[in-house]
């Protein structure tokens, strides 16, 4: 969501759905920090509903290129709330070519970096830009169809607290120390920081000896029990 102009125009947020191009939000940001980008994207989801997925690319605060921290404490807020997580692979743009496309364009013909620029100008600024690209401006891509007249709002609104964490009967849950570790019969198995004082759960694998770790729905790798060190490793490839 977050996209730092070099200069004094303040950081851009925006978050373009998929199907429909349509730039539901384009915020001036002070900083790309996890309480500006969250309080911004509670505001979004609270006017449009709650997305089912959100793909982002790996830099703070969405993502972290050092597995397996690969879910910040960002990530772990939006599975909380019942949203997908995803991010595109490391140094490959183009797999959010609709959000590069959509910000290359935002640059090249409105918001160029200028130190006259302050947060309230550079967002009265992206709110023009934002209703032309959705109400006024044509894409090939929906058959010259307006963005706007392609959007829908999500029906699944916005949790004024965060829900539980609840697993299944008969899951092995733990709570994730303060040092981003799972214990079991003395034995320590890291998982990461951004989950300290909450539950994860451990699911079987066809393979003996290695435990699948979730947090909520998302699966957050691999803990394999066999080796000395039983780290959570990214999950097995699915076969077939």
Same mark, same amino acid.
């Given at each position: 969501m977050?996209?730092?102009l070099?200069?004094a125009?303040p ?11 349509c730039l539901v939000?384009?915020?001036a ?8 980008v969250r309080?911004?994207?509670t505001?979004?989801?609270r006017?449009?509903?709650?997305p089912?997925?959100i ?5 703070p ?7 397996p921290?690969?879910l910040?404490?960002l ?7 019942g949203v ?11 797999t959010?070519?609709? !959000? ?21 100008? =550079?967002?009265?600024?992206?709110a023009?830009?934002?209703e032309t690209?959705?109400?006024e401006r044509?894409h ?14 999500s029906p699944?609104?916005c949790?004024e607290?965060l829900?539980p !964490? ?5 899951e092995? !849950?733990?709570?994730?120390h ?7 019969? =003395? ?12 539950? !994860?759960?451990r ?7 290695v435990?699948?770790a ?6 957050? =790798?691999?803990?394999d029990?066999r ?6 490793r ?7």
């Amino acid at each position: 969501m977050a996209n730092r102009l070099q200069g004094a125009l303040p950081a851009g947020g925006g978050a373009v759905p998929p199907h429909a191009r349509c730039l539901v939000g384009l915020a001036a940001c002070p900083d790309e920090r996890d309480a500006t980008v969250r309080a911004h994207r509670t505001a979004r989801c609270r006017r449009s509903g709650l997305p089912w997925r959100i793909l982002s690319d790996n830099g703070p605060p969405w993502g972290t290129p050092h597995p397996p921290q690969a879910l910040p404490a960002l990530s772990i807020w939006l599975l909380r709330l019942g949203v997908g997580v995803s991010h595109g692979r490391p140094h490959h743009p183009q797999t959010q070519g609709k !959000v590069e496309r959509c910000h290359r364009t935002r640059k090249a013909e409105r918001l160029r970096p200028s130190a006259d620029h302050d947060l309230a100008e =550079g967002q009265a600024a992206f709110a023009a830009w934002r209703e032309t690209d959705n109400l006024e401006r044509p894409h090939h891509a929906l058959e010259l169809d307006t963005p706007a007249s392609r959007s829908r709002p999500s029906p699944r609104p916005c949790p004024e607290a965060l829900p539980p !964490v609840a697993y299944g009967p008969g899951e092995l !849950v733990r709570t994730v120390h303060r040092g981003g570790q799972i214990s079991d019969r =003395g034995r320590w198995s890291f998982v990461s920081q951004a989950l300290r004082g909450q539950d !994860v759960a451990r699911r079987p694998t066809p393979t003996d000896g290695v435990l699948a770790a979730f947090c909520c729905h998302h699966q957050l =790798g691999e803990l394999d029990l066999r080796r000395a060190d039983a780290a959570l490793r990214p999950p097995a490839p699915a076969k077939g």
